[in-house]
C-alpha cells in the first residue's frame, strides 16, 4: 500500500533504512564468519556489496531549516561521516562479539586440541576477514581513506579485522596457546610423536597480528617477538637447562658432546620448518649458550687430550660444537691450544731424532732423520686439521705458525750462526739425497708398489711441504745451488726429470726470480753436450789426443764456482785437450776466457803395475782420480809403461819437494793426496808409508785390490768445512746486499722515512730471510756513508732520501 | 810581531816558502810556529780552533784565502788580537751548541785523508779528547776505541757526528739507550760494552 510521506515520516525513514540495512549486513557477515570455506553465490556478496554502498550513500538526514542532503553531495562531508562512522561502528561491534563467542568457546579446549581449534579458526578466519574487507570496500575507499587522511586513527577493514581476533580471542587465549606449544614442543624434544604442522600455524597467526601500527604497511613483528618468541626461547633454554645438568650427571664429558650434538642436529632441522626465518639465529645463539656456552671451559680442557689420542671424531664433534659460539668465544682458545701441542709435538720429533749419534754422524742421514720427523709430524696434524676441522681457516694458520715455529728452531737447529745446523741447510741435503744417484734407501723409504718416479715426486712434493716453512730461503737457495752444481757437473742425477720437477715445485713457491738460476745451469749442461759433440765433430781427424775428453762449459754468473785457489801445472797430455778445445771454443764462441775448474774436474786412469798378477796384470787397474791426483800420478809415468824397461824397477823416485814444483800444487794439497795414495796402498814412502814433506815417494809396483775399478776421488772432509764457510760468507754478503737493495727501494718511494718505520717496512719488504735489527742499522749506516741517505738535521731519526 | 793591517806579510812570517809546487800556505812547522807565538799548546784544543778559524784546509796547514777571510771575518789584526778571538770562540763553545757543533764536524774533515770517507780509529783517539775534553761519553767512547782497536779500525762521518748527539742524549746509568732507536749500530757494541764496564756508573 502506497504511503502518503509527510514531513514527520521523512525524518523517522533514514534510521529505520539504517537498521534495515544493517540487518540484512549483519546476517550475511555472521554467514561469511562462520562459514567462509563453504563460498557463496556471487548473489550475495552483490546485495552485501550493494547493502553497504547504500548505507553510506542513499541515508537521507534532515538539517535545521527543513532541507536535506544526500552524502552523495561532495559538500555534505558531515552527513557522510556520520553514516560511514556509524557502519564501521557497528561492524566492530559485532565482530568484537563474534570473537568474545570464540574465546569462550576455546575455554572448552587445551593442549593439542586447543592448538588443532585454534588453527581451524585462524584459516576460516583469515578467508572471512578478506572477503569482509571487499564487501566494506566502498567505506574503505571514502569514509575510512578520508579519516586516515585527516590523520585519524582509523584502519581499513582487514586490519580491523585482525586487531579484533588480537584483542578479543588471542589476548585472551594467549598464555593456553603457549602452554599447549611448549607442551607440545617437550613431547617432540622428548622424543614422542606429535604434530609440528599445529605449532607453525600458532607461530603464523603471531607473526601476522602485527603491533598496534597500523599505519605502516609491513607486519611488525613485536606480537611475535615478546609474545611468543621470548617465552618460547626462555621455555627451550630452561628445557635445556635441566637436561643437560641430567645427562652430565649421567656420563662423561665425551657422551656429553655427542649428545648435544645429536640434538642440536635437531633442533636445528625442525627449527626451520616452525620457526620464523628471522628467530633462528636468537633461537640458535640461544640454545649454543645452554648447551655448549656453559660447559666451555670444560669442553675445551678435552681439547688437548683428544689431540694426544688422536681422536679425530670427538676432535670433529669437539670443533663443531665451539664453532657455534663463535670465533672469539670458541675457536680462538682452540687455535692456541692447537698451536702449543703442533709446536710441542714437532719439538720433541726432533728431539728423539737428534739423540740419535751414529745415525747423525753424516749430514745426508741427519737430513733424512730431521726431514722425515718434521713430515710425520706435519702429516699427522694436517690430517687432523682436515678431517675434523675441515681446514678451518684460523686452525690452518694455528699449525702453520706451529710448523715454522718447531722447523727452523728446534734441538737440532739452534738460531745460532752455525749454518751447519741450519733447517734449511738440512732440507737442502735431504733433497740432494732425493736427487742424487747412489742413495737408493732415501728413495726406498717411499711406498711399496710405486714406481720409483712416483715416489721421488711424492718426496720432493713433501720436501716442499717442508720448504715453506723455512725461514732462511736463501740459505736454502745458496745450499740447493751447490748440491745442484755438483750433481750436474759429477753427472749424479738420479733423474732429470726429477731435477725439473723441484726447480718447477720451488718456482710455484718462491718465484721464477729465485729458480732462472738453476733452470740457467741445467740449460749450460745441456749446451755444453751439443758443443762436445760439435768438438768431437770437428776434430775428428784432427784430435792431438787419444783419450775420451769431456768438458763443461758453464756461465760464471749463475754457477757457485770459484776459480781453483791453488797453481796447477797441467801433465802435458792433459794440456793437449785443453789447448784443441779452447781453439774450439774460441772459434764457436769469440773472446770469452776459459776458467779451468780443475778442482771439480775428474779423470780415470788405467794404471799397470809392474808386478801386478792374473787379469790385472794385463788390463791394469781402473782409477777414478781428481786432477790434482792426475798431476801428480802422472809424475810417475814418465817413460814407463810395459815393454820400456819399467818392469824392472818400480819406476821413478821422487822427493816431496820435486813434486811440488812439478805440479805446482799447494802444498797442503799434495801433502793430503800423497798420505791418500799412501793409504790405499798405490804408493809408498820411505818414512814407513806415512805422507811427509821430508819423504820420497814411489809407486807401489805389487798393489793388488781386489776390484778392478777403485775411485779415490772423494770430497774431503777439510774441503767442505771450506765450503761451508764460503756459503755462510756468500749469504751474509748477499743479505747485506738484499737489505740495501730493499732499503734504497722503500726511501726512494717514500722519500723520508722515521727510523722505526724504515725498519719495520724493511722487514716486511725481504721476503726471504728474517732480516736482524742489528744487520738493518748497519745497512743503513753502509748508505749513510755512501751518500744515498742522510739524516734530518733536526730530527735524528729521520732519514732523507739522497737522490 | 806582525805589523798591524797587512795581513799578508803577516802570513809570510809563517809561509811555508820551500814548497815547489806552487801552493801559497802555512805548512805544520809555519803553524807550530804560530801557535807559539799565540802561546797555544798543541795538546789542548786552541790549535784546531785556529786553524778551524783561519779555514784551514787539512790539518796544520793555512792557505792564504782562508787566512786573509779568516782574520777579517774576526777582525783581527795582530797577534793579540788573534789569541784574543780564538780563545773567546773557545768560550762561547760552552753557551753555544751550534757553534761548537760546526767545529766538531770540521775536526771529522781534518782528521780525514783526502781521498777517504772515514777517519782512522787511532786518529779518533788522539783527536777526541782534545776537542771535546770533559765530555764523560767521548772519554768513555775513547777508551771503547782503544779496548777494540782489533776490531774497530775506522769511524765513519756519521759515527762522529751521531757520537756528539749521542753525547747530550746518553744519561749517565745508561738506561735510555736502546737498540732499537735510530743509532748508528756500532754504538750498540759501545754501550753494550760500557753497561759491562763501569758499573758504578750504573745507578
Known sequence: MATTRSMSNREQEPLSDADRIWSELSVGVDAILTHAEEGFEQSLYMRLYTGVYNFCTSLKSSLPGGQYFTPGDASS????????????????????????????????????????????????????????????????????????????????????????????????????????????????????????????????????????????????????????????????????????????????????????????????????????????REFGEALNKVLIGKQRANLISEFKPMLVAQEKEDLGRLYELLKRLGEVMGLEPLRTIFCDFVQEAGQDAVKKVSGNQEATESMANKSRLFVQALLSVHELYAGILRDSFKDDPGLSKSLDRACQGFINENAMCKKAEDTEADAARLLATYCDTLLRKGNANARAAGEAGASSEDNLEKQLAQAICVYRYLSNFDVFHASYVRFFARRLVNEQSVSTHGEETMISLLKEVSGVDVTSRLSRMFSDITVSKDKIDQFKESTQNTRTFDYEFDMKVLNTASWPFKAPETKLKLPAELERAVDQYTEFFHKDRGGRRLNWLWQYSKAEIRMFFPKATGPAAKAGYMFQVSTFQLAILMLFNQDSGPGTGYESADGPTLTFDQIVAATELDKDIVLDELALFCKARVMNSNTANKATEKSQYTLNAGFKSKQMRINLSRAKKSDQKKEAKDMQRAVAVDRSASIQAAIVRIMKARKQLPHRELIQATIENIKLFHPQVTDIKQSIDKLIDTGYLERDENTRDLYKYLA | MAKGGDLQAWFIEYQDLDRTDGRVVIMPEGFEKLCDALEFNLEEIEPMVLLWKLNGVELATIEFEGWESGMRAMNVKDIKGLKAAILSTVQEFENDPVLFKTFYRKVFDYLRPEQQRSVSAEDAVAVLPVVTGNSWVFEKFVKYLQANSDSIKVISRDQWQSLLELSKALSPDLSNYSNEDAWPAMFDGFVDWAKNTKPEAAK
Open chain 1, 77 to 280: 562531508t558531515v552527513h557522510g561521516s556520520m553514516y560511514g562512522r556509524q557502519l564501521y561502528t557497528r561492524l566492530n561491534d559485532h565482530v568484537s562479539q563474534f570473537m568474545a563467542d570464540v574465546a569462550a568457546k576455546s575455554r572448552e579446549y587445551s593442549g593439542d586440541e586447543l592448538l588443532a581449534f585454534y588453527n581451524k579458526e585462524w584459516i576460516k578466519y583469515g578467508d572471512a576477514a578478506k572477503m569482509i574487507h571487499h564487501i566494506f570496500d566502498y567505506l574503505n575507499r571514502h569514509w575510512i581513506l578520508r579519516e586516515q587522511d585527516d590523520g585519524n586513527n582509523v584502519c581499513d577493514i582487514n586490519t580491523l579485522m585482525f586487531r579484533l581476533w588480537r584483542n578479543k580471542f588471542f589476548m585472551e587465549v594467549r598464555n593456553s596457546l603457549l602452554e599447549s606449544v611448549f607442551s607440545l614442543m617437550k613431547r617432540i624434544r622428548d622424543g614422542q610423536v606429535a604434530d609440528l604442522n599445529l605449532v607453525k600455524s600458532v607461530v603464523d597467526s603471531f607473526v601476522s597480528l602485527g603491533s598496534d601500527d597500523m599505519v605502516s604497511g609491513s607486519k611488525k613483528m613485536e606480537v611475535y617477538d615478546s609474545y611468543f618468541l621470548k617465552p618460547f626461547i626462555e621455555g627451550s633454554r630452561q628445557y635445556y637447562q635441566a637436561e643437560s645438568e641430567r645427562v652430565l650427571k649421567e656420563g662423561s664429558i665425551r657422551n656429553y658432546m655427542i649428545w648435544v650434538f645429536e640434538r642440536l642436529k635437531e633442533e636445528d632441522d625442525r627449527a626451520e620448518m616452525y620457526l620464523h626465518e628471522s628467530s633462528l
